[in-house]
C-alpha cells in the first residue's frame, strides 16, 4: 500500500475532526488512519487525556506510580483529595496487590503439579 503525504492543511483539518467527532469516527471518515491521527495530535500536544468524570465533579489526572510484583502493577492513576479518588487508588491498589498474589499462587500450584 502506498504511503500517503497529508499537508498542513488536511492534518489541520483532520485534527479539528477529531476533536469534534473522536479520533475513531474522523478516521472512518476521513480514510486517516487511527495511529496517524493520534501521532498528528501527539506532536502537536493535543493528545493531554481529559479529566475522568466522576459523580459530577472534574477530578485532574496527576502522574502517580502505583507499585507491585508485577510489571502490570505499575501504572499511572488519578488522584486527588476527594474522597472518591482516594477510594480508587486504595481499589487500584488492591488490585495490584490481588494480581500480584494470584501469580505467586499460579507459580506454586505449577511447582507443585510437576
Known amino acids: 500500500m ?7 492543511a488536511e492534518k ?8 469534534e467527532i473522536g479520533v475513531l469516527k474522523a478516521s472512518e471518515e476521513l480514510g486517516i488512519t487511527v495511529n496517524s491521527l493520534y501521532a ?15 459523580a459530577g465533579a472534574v477530578i485532574p489526572i496527576e502522574d502517580v506510580t502505583v507499585t507491585g510484583k508485577t510489571p502490570r ?13 482516594e477510594e ?10 490481588s494480581k500480584a498474589q494470584i501469580v505467586s499462587l499460579k507459580k506454586a500450584l505449577h511447582a507443585f503439579t510437576e
Open 2 to 8: 502506498p504511503r500517503t503525504t497529508y499537508t498542513a
Open 12 to 19: 489541520e483539518h483532520a485534527l479539528r475532526r477529531c476533536a
Open 40 to 54: 498528528w495530535r501527539r506532536k502537536i500536544g493535543q493528545d493531554e487525556a481529559p479529566p475522568i468524570q466522576d
Open 73 to 85: 502493577a505499575n501504572r499511572k492513576i488519578a488522584t486527588t483529595n476527594e474522597p472518591a479518588s
Open 88 to 97: 480508587l487508588i486504595r481499589l487500584r491498589t488492591e488490585n495490584a496487590a
